[in-house]
């Protein structure tokens, strides 16, 4: 915990981000979560480390080689050491119930993940056949001689292989053929059950043989620093930093060498030397690396009971019997809730747009997109049938940048109009609007969203969608594309909440009144819903909040920085987290105001970065009918006994409270719900 002015409590962000990583290892250690869907949990929380070190460790040691004073390069090695063993800690119960838990409970559902020693003679020799006829022709084998530097690719799997008796040859480095094979192969033998191996083992088991015992194999990988550094540049377009700099980022400075903690330490030193590393670098690992290959987990066609059941998409009613999604959406807003409901009513109202002769313009944000996108292709028909279509394509969008640059300039071939990102300032909203000409003049309509305009992530994070024709607000999101065309003045609403514009001054606004309405008398509610809460200065307003008497409710999915149940700060305060099948990523804010209460949901977490360095868009709810049934999910998660912790003092992640006589998971019970209405 840290303190930050005046003593207020607050959360260092890295460990609060860990104390997230590991509600997710609480799911794969969870025996009720079924067995494959936990190994997707390992896979999740190995993705996520690799990037928290590539972004967030990378940016504390960037500081470290910048920091002039003694004083604050010392904190700053202290920091970073207490989130080197936080992580440590992490990755060892992640050992422990990869083994312990996962690989029993495999055996025990006839799947069984060998390695080179538990394998039968009929297995060990079609493996050997295997790895001789095609595996060992393509191994990059690189000899690791005295004093030479070996350069490491960012996140490859490598060994540092150990061999000789003075006539076999020395050290030398493999980089795993990962391109070429997978990483795991079915073994095609007539043993009952369903038989895996990595191709790490397959490797281990043929050089063993080739060097008849005598070889040694220790599993490393390095994380690189992912900052583009812009700013670094030579004065050019962001588009143009970014594809410069993209290519600098398999080459960025180490942040993580994680290294088989069985490797022996003249091994090590070896290492280290060979690859001009810092004592810093190294850290720990198992002996297996980059289990977020686990995503491509083989398993038998019929799985049973090993995967969650299936929850297909549902339809959304007056949307089925709509002759067409723009008619409905002049008469009544709308709301989708994905991935509950389908994704593909968003592809129909760009198609329909694109072939409308009455649309004179579609203008949409970007930020993240499937790689075969409907939503471009929709966009490039629009385009090529003479619509002004306008995008701001965010090519900022970390690690998605050269996806979107590609995509960018397949629009610009059809036709369309696309920005692409300003200096300093990240366009993180999800907004599209679309321009009729009817006989009364234009007419317009919008789409907000609270998840970006793809339809891969869209089946498994959770977000919400807003079909609008509300004329005060497809006015302001005409407000906003202008903005973005020339990113000048301030910006003043009546409807939508924008960042750097009004946002955290109508925040304020809404939290202040829950205190007037506590001191005189009356009930105060606040109930929030977000994946981030880092902003010091909305942490320290929702303070004082809780001092006044005002009940506050936090849904935060990951980073919290704020610090519930602390006497004279938070007592009034609980936060709770849910991670569950699927990416709990909607913002939602609810403020009761003595029972006519405000809604708002949209893109934006209250973390620094969107309170003032982006874009972002927040958009109210005004139909009672979608009210309710937002109110009703937010109450649902709340209720959750099964999927949700407590973000205490301690960041230990206590599950709420079972209830065995009500028992309830907030998405399954929210899909019956919408399942009951379509």
């Known amino acids: 915990m840290e303190y930050f002015k005046k003593g207020v409590p607050y959360f260092d962000r890295e460990m609060s981000w860990l104390s997230f990583n590991g509600r997710v290892l609480q799911e794969a250690a969870d025996d009720h979560v079924p067995l494959i869907n936990r190994l997707h949990f390992l896979a999740i929380f190995s993705s996520n480390l690799d990037e928290f070190y590539k972004v967030r460790v990378a940016a504390l040691r960037h500081l470290i080689r910048i920091s002039k004073k003694e004083s604050d390069i010392t904190k700053l090695k202290q920091r970073l050491k207490a989130i080197n063993n936080k992580a440590l800690t992490l990755q060892q119960e992640f050992g422990s119930i990869y083994r312990q838990k996962i690989i029993p409970r495999l055996r025990q559902n006839g799947i069984y993940l060998h390695d080179e020693t538990t394998l039968s003679q009929s297995q060990r020799q079609l493996l050997l056949d295997f790895f ?88 490393f990988k390095l994380n690189r620093d992912a900052e583009l550094y812009l700013h670094e ?192 300032l990240k366009v993180h909203s999800k907004l599209c609007l679309i321009t009729r000409q009817t006989e009364n003049g234009l007419e317009r309509q919008a789409l907000l969203s609270t998840g970006n305009f793809n339809e891969k992530t869209a089946n498994v994070y959770s977000d919400l969608a807003l079909f609008t024709g509300h004329p005060g607000i497809t006015q302001e999101v005409k407000q906003v594309f202008d903005y973005l065309e020339h990113p000048e003045g301030t910006l003043t609403f009546n409807h939508l909440l924008m960042a750097k514009h009004n946002m955290r001054q109508r925040f304020y606004e809404f939290i202040d009144r829950e205190i007037a309405h506590v001191e005189a008398g009356r009930k105060g509610l606040i109930f929030c819903k977000m994946n981030g809460l880092q902003d010091k200065g909305m942490i320290r307003k929702l303070y004082e909040a809780s001092r006044a008497g005002v009940e506050v409710r936090l849904l935060v999915r990951s980073i919290c920085c704020l610090v519930p ?114």
Request: net charge negative; glycine share 6%.
């Open 233 to 424: 540049e030579w004065p050019q377009s962001v588009r143009e930093k970014i594809r410069k700099s993209l290519k600098k980022r398999d080459t960025g400075i180490p942040t993580r060498f994680l290294y088989d903690k069985a490797t022996p330490r003249p091994v090590l030193e070896k290492m280290q030397s060979a690859f001009s590393l810092d004592v810093e670098d190294m850290i720990e690992g198992g002996r297996y690396h980059n289990f977020h290959d686990f995503w491509k987990f083989p398993y038998p066609q019929q799985p049973g009971n090993l995967t969650y059941p299936d929850m297909p998409a549902l339809a959304y009613p007056p949307f089925e019997k709509a002759v067409g999604l723009a008619k409905g959406v002049c008469q009544a807003d709308h709301l989708l809730h994905f991935p509950y409901q389908r994704y593909e009513y968003i592809i129909l109202f760009l198609q329909e747009a694109a072939a409308d002769p009455a649309v004179r313009s579609i203008k949409m944000t970007l930020y993240r997109a499937a790689g075969r996108s409907a939503v471009f292709e929709a966009l490039m028909q629009a385009a090529r049938n003479g619509k002004e279509v306008l995008v701001f394509n965010e090519v900022q969008a970390r690690f998605d940048e050269e996806n979107n640059l590609s995509l960018g300039e397949q629009l610009e071939e059809a036709g369309a109009k696309v920005l692409y990102s300003h200096e300093g």
């Open 132 to 219: 001789h006829r095609q595996l060992r022709p393509n191994l990059e084998v690189r000899r690791v001689d005295e004093g030479e530097k070996g350069f490491i690719e960012n996140e490859r799997l490598y060994f540092y292989r150990v061999a000789g008796d003075g006539e076999q040859p020395g050290d030398a480095v493999i980089r795993l053929p990962l391109e070429q094979f997978r990483r795991f192969q079915k073994i095609e033998t007539a043993e009952p059950g369903f038989h895996v191996i990595m191709l790490d083992d397959v490797i281990r088991l043929g050089l063993e043989q080739e060097y008849q015992g005598k070889v040694s194999c220790y599993a």
């Open 565 to 678: 149940g602390k006497e004279g700060f938070s007592g009034n305060i609980t936060v709770k987290s849910i991670v569950g099948h699927f990416l709990e990523h909607a913002r939602v804010f609810m403020f009761h105001n003595d029972g006519n209460p405000a809604m708002y949901a949209g893109s934006a977490d209250w973390m620094a970065r969107n309170l003032k360095r982006r874009v972002e868009v927040v958009f109210p709810i005004y139909d009672s009918d979608i009210f309710n049934q937002i109110e009703t999910m937010m109450n649902l998660q709340w209720q959750d006994n099964i999927k949700a912790r407590l973000i205490d003092e301690s960041q230990s992640n206590p599950r709420v409270p079972p209830n065995p006589a009500q028992p309830i998971n907030s998405q399954e019970a929210f899909y019956q719900y919408l399942k009951k209405s379509s």
